[in-house]
């Protein structure tokens, strides 16, 4: 909590008036004698207690003054903690945007295969907006050549599965075919090695995505 500067110079006023009242009625109950030297003594008592009013008062300056500097010091520790939290803030989004922007560099979309098992390259896409993408190729050691295909389960997987022969037999191998009735979701049990060939992605010596209709 900060203190109010008026608050603090309001408090010494006070203080400062009401040791100035203390005394006057002190000098006004004095019983003062005619004689010199009585009035003498009391008149350096009182440039004594001037004198110590004049020192109370400079370290109630010193005490203000440090008040201040130590107000001052907390603002702008507060500013430079709020500049480090944004600035902090500021790098991890970027570090994550960083991230996701690397990890969809690292993945290719695709729709469907062409009927020989093929993937056109030209017709990869970085991430499934939409939902139509039914395969995705994840690419392995930073190489742009050579990855892994999956099947890309999504909440088309039943157009999938009433069409097959089209969209899962030219790549895939289906371990339960026989559930294919019943099924709404298909899951990748082993993904298959493809390879960048002249413009298409061809499946490494005759593999086949391992899949199971659920």
Known sequence: MFIDRSMIISIIIAFFLGLV?????FQKSKKRTSHCDSNKVLFMDDQKLIAELR?????????????YKWQEKITNNKHYIKKEIKSNSD??????????????????????PESDGVFINSEASHQDIDGDKFYK???QN????????????????VKAINRSQSYLDPVCKIENYSYKQDSKKIKTTKPAEIELIEGTWRLKNNQRVLVRFI
């Open 21 to 25: 009242f203390a005394i006057l009625i």
């Open 55 to 67: 020192k109370i008062n400079q370290k109630l300056d010193s005490i203000v003054s440090f008040i």
């Open 91 to 112: 790098k991890s989004t970027i570090s994550s945007s960083l991230k996701k922007t690397e990890k969809q560099a690292k993945q290719l979309f695709f729709s469907m």
């Open 137 to 139: 190729i994840e690419l």
């Open 142 to 157: 930073d190489s742009e050549t050579r990855g892994l295909l999956f099947y890309h389960s999504n909440f088309r997987d």
